[in-house]
T-cell receptor
Framework: DVKVTQSSRYLVKRTGEKVFLECVQDMDHENMFWYRQDPGLGLRLIYFSYDVKMKEKGDIPEGYSVSREKKERFSLILESASTNQTSMYLC???????????FGPGTRLTVT | DAKTTQPNSMESNEEEPVHLPCNHSTISGTDYIHWYRQLPSQGPEYVIHGLTSNVNNRMASLAIAEDRKSSTLILHRATLRDAAVYYCILRDNNNAGKSTFGDGTTLTVKP
């Protein structure tokens, strides 16, 4: 059974903290993605990676960075968390286009 | 970027067919049409995708208009477990990450 796991389901952090969200997939997928989901705004792409150490900005990369040192792991980093980064964060992976994406369960991050 | 337009919400009765429409009038020749659904408190789940021809799988059917400017996801017999938000997105053949999720259609299934 294919699986994308995320390190936490719920996370509460303070403004200014550095936050790491981890995503691991066990399907040997080349592509990995980070989205955030907010009411009324749908899913918005933050960053994606098409290979180890390769990354491309999505629609809303400001305030975020990513790291992909191993094929199975893709990390999202909030360098200095702010309250407007309170959101649901979803990780996904896929083989080369046009194959389907598999999503993790999401991490609900609250920044206070 | 090519965008999609879907109705905000639809209702269906259990065990009846459901036709979920999607408009994508600015679709390009290299865009595939993908459908996902998201159950409450879960990440999105892949349903089906297609390019030009109609497609069937165990979950649903996808009917694509001849001009590709619209498509319809067909659930042949809706169940209560099909209640979800359904997203129609376009995936660019030349860029794996270049796709936009809209607001989707919230499907309510009545017993």
């Amino acid at each position: 059974d294919v699986k994308v796991t995320q390190s936490s389901r719920y996370l509460v952090k303070r403004t200014g903290e550095k936050v790491f969200l981890e995503c691991v997939q066990d399907m040997d997928h080349e592509n990995m993605f980070w989205y955030r989901q907010d009411p009324g705004l749908g899913l918005r792409l933050i960053y994606f990676s098409y290979d180890v150490k390769m990354k491309e900005k999505g629609d809303i990369p400001e305030g975020y960075s990513v790291s992909r040192e191993k094929k199975e792991r893709f990390s999202l980093i909030l360098e200095s968390a702010s309250t407007n980064q309170t959101s649901m964060y979803l990780c996904a992976s896929s083989f080369e286009y046009p194959y389907e994406q598999y999503f993790g369960p999401g991490t609900r991050l609250t920044v206070t | 970027d090519a965008k999609t337009t879907q109705p905000n919400s639809m209702e269906s009765n259990e065990e009846e067919p459901v036709h979920l429409p999607c408009n994508h009038s600015t679709i390009s020749g290299t865009d595939y049409i993908h459908w996902y659904r998201q159950l409450p408190s879960q990440g999105p789940e892949y349903v089906i995708h297609g390019l030009t021809s109609n497609v069937n799988n165990r979950m649903a059917s996808l009917a694509i208009a001849e001009d590709r400017k619209s498509s319809t996801l067909i659930l042949h017999r809706a169940t209560l477990r099909d209640a979800a938000v359904y997203y129609c997105i376009l995936r660019d053949n030349n860029n794996a990450g270049k796709s936009t999720f809209g607001d989707g259609t919230t499907l309510t299934v009545k017993p």
